[in-house]
C-alpha cells in the first residue's frame, strides 16, 4: 500500500493541473467565442508564402 | 473600441474584415467575434481615428456601429465566467473524490484497512471542503438572501444538505467511521452548478444579442455644436438642452421641441396612429418617431411632467408590480418541498432516539435523509426544461428577457394585440406590385436604393440582389433621378415626375410616383399585414385562445383589419390608460392575458399583461416590458412561443413528479437507516439523468411544433440590415 503515497500526490496534481489550465482559457478568453475559431483555422492569412 | 457590425452572414466575412482592417495604417489589432458578431479594434490614436476604420469596414459592406456595453451585460458576463469558475472546481473535486470514494467502497466490500480508509477519507476532505466553499457560493449566498427576505427558495434547502453533509462527514472521518458522505455533497454541486450555468449561459446570449440590436438601430443623432457644426454622436450622450439636427428619413433619437423647419412625421411607433402628421417649430416630438419630408432642427428635453412618456412610463411602473409577485414554478415547489423533508428528517431522529438508538446512530440517520432528499432531481427539474426550450426560442428567433416567461406563456388563454407594427408590418410595403409592369418596378426598386426617404425604402425592399445605380442623384423635398440606358429615369412625387395624380384605393394609402422616358406609374405603399397573420390568428382561434384588438390607432382603421382577421372584439383610439384598464377587466374576469404589442403607447399594457411579448422592431420602453422579443416579419413566432411555453411546462411538471416519486423510493430506504453512501451517490446521479433526459425529449417535440425552423431567422440582424439600408 506504500505505493499510495506518491501514486495520489500524483493523481491530485494531474487533476489541479487540469484545474489550472482552464482557468488559464477561462481568462484567456476562449470561452467567448465558440463559433470563430472553427473557421479560423481555415484561414490562409498565417501561412508565410 | 468595440464594433458592433452588421451585414456578417458567413465565416468567410471573417476573414475579410480583419485584413481589411489590419491593412489600415495605425490598427494594431482586429479580431471579430462570431458568436456576438462584434469586432474590437485596437489602434493607434495618432495615425488613424474611428471615423476613417468605420468608412474603411462600410467601403466592404459591412455597417459598423460603435458600441459600449451595457452595464447589465457586463454583469452577466461576469457572473457566466464565475458560474463556470464554480463549475471547474466542482467537475475537479467531484472527479478526485469519487475515486478516492469508489475505492473505499470497494474497499469496504473487501479488505482495506483502516488507516488507508481514514488517508482516503482526509484526503476526500481536503479537497471537498475548499471546493465546497468556492464552489458552493452561488447557493450559499442566494440561500442567505432569501433567509434575509423570509421566503425560502429552493436554495435554503440545498445549502443547508451540503452544508450537514460535510459537517457530518468530517465528524465521522475523526471518529474513524466507515462511511462518508464528501462525494455526494460535491456531486450534488456540480450537477446544480450545470444546470446554473447552462440557464445563464443562453441569457447572456440572448442579452448580447439584444444589445447589438439596440447599436444597430443606428442610435446616432445628429448634435449642432456650439459654432454650428454637426457632429455625429450616439444618442446614449444627447442631455435636455443639446441642439439636434434630424435630417429627412431619421428617426428622431429623443424627444424634443421643435425650434425650426416643418415635417411629417409618421409616430407610429408612438401612438399607433398610422396617419401622418404635419408638425411645424413648437410642437412636442417623441423619440422613436420616423421624420418623412423635411429637415427639422430640435430641442432635446427632458420627459417633462406631463407629456406622453411622462404618463407612459408612470403607468409602466404600477403596472409592473402586480408582475413581480409571480412566483416560479421551481419556487412554488420549494416552497411545499422544504419543511416536509426538514419535518421527516427531524422525525426521523426522534424516532430512532425514542427507539433506543445512539444519538450519534440517530443524527447520522437523520442526516442522510436530508442528503438523499436534496433536491437534486428536483432543482434540475425546472432548468433543464429551460434551457432546452430557450434554445429552440433562441434558433426560431425568440429571445427571452425573463427567466419565468416561459412557465407563465404556458398559461396564456387570452391574446390582446396591438394594430399597429405587430400586426401590421412595422415599415410600410408597397401593395399595388402585381398591378405595375414588372420591369418598371425593378428599375424603381434598383433606383430607390440610392435614396433614405421611408418611401423609398419601401419600394427598395423590392428589389433583390441588384447594386444602385452609379449616378444618382436626390433633389431634395422631391425625389430621385439617374440616367438608365440614355433614358431619364425618376422616382419622386407628382410634380418631380410630372405624372397624372392617381386616385389611391384607400385613404391610408401613400403615393409615389414613377417616370420612365415616355411610361409612368404611381406606386402605392401602406402598412400591411404580416404575411402569415392571418393563417397565425386562424391557428391561435382555433387552439381555443380568445382574441383582442387594442389600438392606438383610429377606429376606422382598426376595424377593416379585425374583420379581414376575424378577431371580434378589437378597440381603436385607445389611450395607453384605457390599455390598461382593458387588460385589468379581462385579468378581473379571471383570465391570464398575453399583451402582444411594440409601440411606446403599449409600454403600461404589456407590463400589465400576465405575459407579453415584442417584435425586435418595438420601441425600446417596450421591448423592455415584455417577456420575450421575436424576430420576424411574421408573426408565426407568437404561436410557436405559446405552444413552446406549453409543451416546457408539461414536461417541467412530468419532471417535478419524477423527482417526487424518486423521493417516494429513497426517503423510506433512508429513514430506515439502509443508505449508504454508495446508494446516495447512485439514487442522486440516476434521478439527475433521468430528469435530463426527459427534458432533452423536448427537442424532438419542438421539432414538431417549429417544422420550418424559422428561415427567416438566420440571421439575427436581417431586419435591421433592411431598416439600414441607405
Known sequence: MNVLIYLVPIALALGITALFAFMWSLKNGQYEDSEGPAHRILSDEDVKK | MDLALDGVDCAACMDDIERTMAAVAGVVSARLNLTTYRLRLIWEADKTDASALINALAKGGYRAYPFEQSRVEQEETRRTQWLLKCLAVAGFASMNIMLLSVSVWSGNATDITPETRDFFHWLSALIALPAAAYAGQPFFR??????????????????????????MSVVETALHGQEAYFD???????????????DQAMRKRTRAAAGNLAALKGEMAQRVGADGALVAVPVGVLKAGDQIFVRPGDRIPADGVILSGSSEIDTSLVTGETLRARVGSGAQVYAGSMNFDGALSVQVTAAGEG????????????????????????????????????VTAASTLVFWLLMGAGAHHAIIIAISVLIITCPCALALAVPAVQVVAAGHLFRAGIFLNNADALERLAEIDTIVFDKTGTLTLPDPNVVNASALEPDLLHRAARLALSSRHPLALAVSRLAVDVAPFDQVEEVTGAGVRALVDGVDLRLGNAEFCQAQIHQPSSPDVSLIYLRFGARQAAIEIRQSLRPDAVATVAGLRQRGFDLHILSGDRPEAVAPLARQLGIAQADGGMTPAQKIAAIEALRAQGRKVLMVGDGI?????LAAAYASLSPITAADLAQAQADAV?????????????????QARALMRQNLWI?????????????????????AAAAMSGSSIIVTLNALRMRGVAREALPERAANAASPFSLSAREHRA
Open chain 2, 307 to 342: 407629456t406622453m412618456l411622462d404618463e407612459v412610463a408612470r403607468l409602466v411602473e404600477k403596472a409592473g408590480e402586480a408582475r413581480s409577485r409571480y412566483m416560479r414554478l421551481a419556487d412554488r415547489a420549494a416552497r411545499v418541498y422544504a419543511p416536509i423533508v426538514h
Open chain 2, 184 to 198: 455526494s455533497a460535491v456531486m450534488l454541486l456540480l450537477f446544480l452548478l450545470a444546470g446554473r450555468y447552462l
Open chain 2, 659 to 679: 423527482a417526487v416519486i424518486y423521493n417516494a423510493f429513497a426517503v423510506p430506504l433512508a429513514i430506515a437507516g439502509y443508505v449508504t453512501p454508495l446508494i
Open chain 2, 142 to 167: 442566494s440561500a442567505l438572501a432569501s433567509m434575509r427576505a423570509g421566503k425560502l427558495n429552493m436554495d435554503f434547502p440545498i445549502s443547508l444538505g451540503i452544508l450537514l453533509a460535510l459537517t
Open chain 2, 601 to 605: 403607447n403599449d409600454a403600461p399594457a
Open chain 2, 630 to 646: 421575436f424576430l420576424s416579419d411574421r408573426l408565426a413566432p407568437v404561436a410557436h412561443a405559446l405552444d413552446l411555453a406549453r
